[in-house]
């Protein structure tokens, strides 16, 4: 991502979780945000730039149309189905924290992300800190403010570019307390980093994670970049898709390295999730059609030495 720029990967994100509610059976998360969030005319933008030939349709598109082919779009993109279940599995990992005694949610490049929006009872005691890419905070902030919704008094926002600025340096400005245990979330973001800017954020990370810390995060399968997404199914339209909005991808891990990658930062792996584990986790039946995505991961980890 350059200086300016907001995320539009994080609308896209956004989106898919209201499309969700919206069209899929049985839904396993509820959230209607993008909706509000994600409004008609940047859909066009957004659909312009990433999958123009769902425009391609003679005559002139009303807002509605617009909005039915920016929900088919987002709905036969690659990621839906890994969106949708991180969603769900991190929100659970959270819930099990928050009943062990955490109280604090950092959401590391939260973009769209609506949890401080839609907070469950559990939360009421939750210190939620949304760190992101200047830019993309800044664009959510604005979007809050037009669509005249309230911050609820325990959200805080910490802008940080992690390319120049370290989690815990970010943290420092903020409510955060390093001597507290928190539930960090950072989904969705390690595939536009590099492989040193994630280990740092991970390093850092453990860092200020006091004992009975954890974070879930999504990654994809190094193997993928090793072979330009070689016989990946989906992989290619993802791949110009999000390059299409300036928002490339750059790296992932690889599932059987990754507990010596953590030992290596200060973390130990705690869990390991492949989509295909959370379908049969959260849409046994595949009543959904969630057809999570081969090359997604996701992991759960906490501080080294933790019983
Ligand atoms: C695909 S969106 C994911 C948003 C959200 N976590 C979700 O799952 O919907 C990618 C997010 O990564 C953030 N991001 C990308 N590069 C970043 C950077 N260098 N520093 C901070 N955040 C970054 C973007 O701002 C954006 O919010």
Redesign the pocket.
Known sequence: ?DDFT??S??L???R??AVHGRLDAAPIIDDPWGDTLVPVEVLRVLLEKMAPERLAIAGELSDAEIAAAADRFVRDFG?YGN?IL??RFNEDALAAAVARGVRQYV???????SFILRQPGWAADLAIIE???????AL?RQRLEECGIAVPANAHFT???????SVREALSNSVFNPAEPAFF?????T???TRE?NLGTLRSVAEVSAPGSEIVF?YMHQAVFDSAGAGVERYDELESG?RAVG?PLVSGFDPATLEDDLASVGLQLLEGCTDADLERRYDADGVNKLQGFEISLIARAGPAGAP
């Open positions: 991502m907001a995320s990967t994080a896209v994100t956004c898919m979780r990621p969106v991180r969603t959401i590391i490049g939260a973009g769209f992300d760190l992101d890419h200047p830019a993309s905070q959510k802008p940080a570019d992690l390319g120049k600025t979330a950072w989904l969705g973001v595939m536009y980093l800017q999504s999000v928002e």
